[in-house]
């Protein structure tokens, strides 16, 4: 059974930075890219960013690019989001995913910038 278990998030100011993970079981993680999407109240899901299986390809939203940085470990399983120079926009709930769309994503964590 694919398992993701989102970590990480928080409440913070803007201009903050917070670092979420995600820990993946049931499947041979080095061999999937992985995603980060993410839904602000009230709207869809939204794609954030993606890495390839070995790590060497990485892909942001426009909304993000250059404030946000995507890494993984395949030793451990994990995939991580580093959030810096957060907005209040950048407000949602933060999930991992294999799959670009969010589809079978993780339960969540929640990221809150207000000031």
């Known amino acids: 059974e694919v398992r993701l278990v989102e970590s990480g998030g928080g409440s913070v100011q803007p201009g903050g930075s917070l670092r979420l993970s995600c820990t993946a079981s049931g499947f041979s993680f080095a061999n999937y890219a992985m995603n980060w999407v993410r839904q602000a109240p009230g709207k869809g899901l939204e794609w954030v960013s993606g890495?390839?299986?070995?790590?060497?390809?990485?892909n942001y939203a426009d909304s993000v690019k250059g404030r946000f940085t995507i890494s993984r470990d395949n030793a451990n399983n994990t995939v991580t989001l580093q959030l810096n120079s957060l907005k209040t926009e950048d407000t949602a709930t933060y999930y991992c995913?294999?799959?670009?769309?969010?589809?079978?994503r993780g339960q969540g964590t929640q990221v809150t910038v207000s000031s």
């Open positions: 995913s294999r799959d670009p769309t969010g589809r079978n």
């Open positions: 890495i390839s299986s070995d790590g060497s390809m990485r």
